[in-house]
């Protein structure tokens, strides 16, 4: 894709041009369903996100200035999506605090990682692990991992305190570092 393509068709959507609006889809839905898929595990809700952050996408089209990546652009619509998701499924502040997940790291089990234990582990062994977080969990540390957010942006935009991200990122960082501890051991023993 030739970014001259690129600029017609954010042209087009601007025009409301069903053709560009279904190129730029084509061209960008998979790499946006990637990082829905970072906060959902669920296809079926994140093709739902992917949907409506498409939606979002064309609709404030105006708003982007060609001054960064449209790319990168179309994916803080996306994870702004998919965080409205988290936060429509989780209405109440006691239910962000309050998850109810499987805190492995909580019954007492030493959860250091020997160094080739650590050189072990791939980023699709995390993404893999985080699957089984919860919504909030995975917001949290997507946010703060991957999109390199501080505690005070993720708070606001989860409506939730700087200590709730903080403790929820420890919590979702301890839950991983288990859940890959129980693959490798699986694996071991087979």
Not at 9 to 31: A, M, P, T, V
Not at 105 to 122: I, K, N, R
Not at 144 to 152: G, P, Q, R, W
Request: charged share 25%; glycine share 4%; net charge negative.
């Amino acid at each position: 894709m030739s970014s001259i393509d690129l600029i017609a068709h954010i042209e087009g959507c601007k025009r409301n041009d069903q053709k560009s609006q279904k190129w730029i889809f084509d061209h960008y839905y998979r790499l946006m369903f990637g990082v829905c898929l970072r906060y959902y595990s669920d296809h079926d809700r994140v093709q739902d996100i992917v949907q409506e952050g498409f939606l979002k996408v064309f609709s404030n089209i105006e708003g982007y200035t060609s001054k960064g990546s449209f790319e990168g652009w179309m994916k803080r619509i996306m994870v702004n999506t998919a965080i409205d998701f988290i936060r429509k499924e989780n209405s109440s502040p006691e239910e962000l605090t309050a998850e109810g997940t499987l805190d492995v790291a909580d019954v007492g089990e030493e959860m250091d990682l020997a160094e080739s234990e650590e050189e072990a582990f791939t980023i699709q062994h995390v993404l893999k692990a985080m699957e089984e977080l919860t919504p909030v969990y995975r917001a949290v540390f997507n946010m703060y991992v991957f999109d390199n957010l501080s505690h005070l942006e993720i708070a606001s935009q989860l409506q939730i305190s700087v200590g709730t991200s903080k403790s929820n990122l420890a919590k979702a960082r301890r839950n991983v570092k288990a859940i890959m501890l129980a693959a490798m051991n699986e694996k071991a023993s087979k």
